[in-house]
């Protein structure tokens, strides 16, 4: 067999849609290829549906797409009416039980759709673009995309990463026997789906979801280490856990680390983090005032992620000023935004995670950031897709349900007594993985298989 080649750079691709398929491909930007024109951000990576010189047939069936996604979901709070409308969309996107284990290669009436379009030309002014580059491997964090490269005769491999913990049949194409996408996956059950869809074994590798380098530090986890160690101390004020498991920290941070960090080096800091659409913004309003008489006080650090959405940035503006806590905000409240990009957006929300002890979330990808030792405090999910993610997460031990939000004060000063979010941020670094980037990068570049071995993926 002939040698892989070797490749430095890659086209890096996703779709600005919500948050979880950029956040997906952002630790992947160094190894992006910069294209004149395609290549939109300073980080290399092109948008499927905001490429410059998008066709105006594209940008309409994307566009399209987006606002009834976004408008479907801010909707969902609405009784009766807009319960009905998500819950037929969730129908629509729905994963079916993964018991009795059986063929679920035919594809699905939204697979279809997908196809029908596909094969009337949509994809195809990108995919054309790119062949007349160099033929670098394209990798995407979307499955349409993944389609658009297959369909249209892409002249180099082609990736597809995974970005839940669970996938629907949407993910694999009309015909996924003959298929030539390769899947990274983020762990054991995605695998086993792909294989029930009709994707053959040899076109998937369990790699985990990229996590940002930036709070992991090389494969010897220098940053990681230091930030679990240091959180645990805020996570853990009485010391319960500490003194339970005290062989399990030394052992996997290392006794050096654990011994210097053993008085708290900031205030205890949650950072909420709302949905690409914007959901949920009202539950962070409600986190700063049960907490209001501790971050006056200057006990407790919130950072309040407002992402790229001005109207949650403004929105919390408002809220802290009926709070009374506008003076706290940037000393020890934190309005996370970014008015320039969500790939700007992600590089200030990775800076504030190596300062975070806890991460408030509803189970999106973020689910999977319990791989940097991040306790994760599960607001309600929105759509079955986030069901099957805070099984995961409570499966590996990482994630606990968030109680009344108005008692937050009362509730968390149990849970940092009993120990239970240390022990949880320790399940996440022990149990989940977080070495996704490297790993996709030793494959797409280098053909190396790179793949997670001992891991709790179930």
Avoid at 397 to 418: C, F, H, I, M
């Amino acid at each position: 067999m002939p040698e892989k080649e070797i490749f430095k750079k890659a086209y890096i691709v996703t779709v600005d849609m919500g948050y979880g398929h950029q956040r997906a491909v952002y630790p992947l930007h160094e190894i992006a290829e910069q294209v004149t024109e395609l290549s939109l951000s300073d980080y290399g990576i092109i948008n499927a549906n905001k490429y410059g010189g998008i066709s105006k047939s594209d940008q309409f069936k994307w566009e399209g797409g987006r606002k009834i996604y976004e408008k479907i979901s801010r909707l969902k709070h609405l009784p009766l009416l807009g319960n009905y409308i998500f819950g037929l969309m969730d129908y629509l996107q729905r994963i079916e039980p993964f018991y009795p284990r059986r063929d679920l290669s035919r594809p699905t009436l939204q697979v279809k759709e997908i196809f029908s379009m596909i094969k009337k030309g949509w994809g195809k002014d990108l995919i054309d673009k790119l062949n007349k580059l160099e033929h670098l491997p394209y990798v995407t964090s979307f499955f349409t995309t993944a389609f658009f490269a297959e369909e249209h005769g892409y002249k180099g491999d082609i990736y597809c990463i995974c970005t839940d913990t669970d996938i629907s049949r949407a993910w694999a194409p009309l015909e996924p026997k003959r298929s030539r996408i390769n899947y990274l996956v983020p762990n054991r059950r995605v695998k086993e789906r792909l294989e029930s869809y009709g994707i053959r074994e040899n076109k998937i590798s369990i790699t985990g979801f990229p996590l940002p380098k930036e709070n992991i530090g090389g494969l010897k986890l220098e940053i990681l280490k230091k930030n679990l160690a240091s959180r645990i101390v805020n996570l853990d004020p009485e010391e319960r856990y500490r003194s339970k498991h005290k062989y399990t920290m030394s052992k996997f941070l290392g006794t050096k680390l654990c011994s210097q960090c053993s008085e708290p080096d900031h205030p205890l800091t949650i950072t909420f983090a709302v949905g690409g659409a914007g959901a949920q913004r009202e539950l962070g309003a409600e986190i700063a005032s049960s907490l209001r008489e501790e971050i006056f006080k200057g006990k407790i650090r919130l950072n309040l992620v407002a992402g790229i959405k001005d109207d949650v940035f403004r929105y919390y503006q408002a809220i802290l000023k009926d709070l009374n806590l506008s003076e706290r905000i940037n000393k020890n409240i934190f309005l996370i935004y970014s008015v320039n990009s969500k790939f700007d957006y992600f590089k200030r929300f990775n800076e504030i995670l190596n300062t975070t002890d806890i991460l408030w979330t509803k189970p999106s990808e973020l689910s999977f950031y319990a791989g940097l030792g991040l306790p994760i405090i599960i607001a309600p999910t929105i759509g079955s897709q986030e069901e099957f993610n805070k099984n995961w997460l409570t499966s590996v031990g990482a994630g606990v349900e968030q109680e009344d939000p108005r008692y937050t004060n009362e509730w968390l000063k149990d849970w940092l007594a009993s120990g239970w979010l240390a022990d949880a941020a320790m399940n996440g670094f022990l149990n989940a993985p977080r070495n996704g980037a490297y790993h996709t990068e030793d494959i797409v570049l280098r053909g190396e298989k790179s793949e997670i071995e001992d891991m709790h993926l179930f």
